[in-house]
T-cell receptor, first 112, second 116 residues
Framework: DQQVKQNSPSLSVQEGRISILNCDYTNSMFDYFLWYKKYPAEGPTFLISISSIKDKNEDGRFTVFLNKSAKHLSLHIVPSQPGDSAVYFCAASEGTGNQFYFGTGTSLTVIP | NAGVTQTPKFRVLKTGQSMTLLCAQDMNHEYMYWYRQDPGMGLRLIHYSVGEGTTAKGEVPDGYNVSRLKKQNFLLGLESAAPSQTSVYFC???????????????FGPGTRLTVT
């Protein structure tokens, strides 16, 4: 049973606009969350993370929001650039656990 | 600094054949992981290691074995390949685990395996 879900397989956004990628989870014990970006024929690369003691974390154009009560997190990219076109995965882990559970990914296309 | 490398990049096996996938990292990371990625399934953890000489099962360990004889290497073995093991395999490593600083994982480029 998928514990981390990304319900939108794809998203298209105009260059310069905001991209919002969503992720839901079912395990209330998850308390560390990460976003990875993946280009074709490459491995995922770490983008940004957030722990459950925060509800927001920013890094440049990327901001992750966490809503613990709704078991929902989102990644905002502002402004979106064509180079942001990739598949984005969210992942979650529990405490100091060694296992990360990944969502199925959202393919973002930024249109010039 | 090569990061995480995987060998081979592509492989085609017949059902019942065996093979070993090699993962190497030069970042002195303690933790190493093997994932498989299938369409519509995201990445699923097969096995992982928290240090040299240790291994543990992940989410989907059946049909695979692993070994971590050296800190920098993590091997994934398929003793008798099955078509259900057709997938893209990713190796990853991290400095720590859980929520401690440095827990983000660094991934290799992947191995595309087809079992016919």
């Amino acid at each position: 049973d998928q514990q981390v879900k990304q319900n939108s397989p794809s998203l298209s956004v105009q260059e310069g606009r905001i991209s919002i990628l969503n992720c839901d989870y079912t395990n209330s014990m998850f308390d560390y969350f990460l976003w990875y970006k993946k280009y074709p024929a490459e491995g995922p690369t770490f983008l940004i993370s957030i722990s459950s003691i925060k509800d927001k974390n920013e890094d440049g154009r990327f901001t992750v929001f966490l809503n613990k009560s709704a078991k929902h997190l989102s990644l905002h990219i502002v402004p979106s650039q064509p180079g942001d076109s990739a598949v984005y995965f969210c992942a979650a882990s529990e405490g100091t656990g060694n296992q990360f559970y990944f969502g199925t990914g959202t393919s973002l296309t930024v249109i010039p | 600094n090569a990061g995480v490398t995987q060998t081979p990049k592509f492989r085609v096996l017949k059902t019942g054949q065996s093979m070993t996938l090699l993962c190497a990292q030069d970042m002195n990371h303690e933790y190493m992981y093997w994932y498989r990625q299938d369409p519509g399934m995201g990445l699923r953890l097969i096995h992982y290691s928290v240090g040299e000489g240790t291994t543990a099962k992940g989410e989907v360990p059946d049909g695979y074995n692993v070994s971590r004889l050296k800190k920098q290497n993590f091997l994934l073995g398929l003793e008798s390949a099955a078509p259900s093991q057709t997938s893209v395999y990713f190796c990853a490593s991290s400095y720590t685990s859980g929520g401690a600083y440095g827990y983000e994982q660094y991934f290799g480029p992947g191995t595309r395996l087809t079992v016919t």
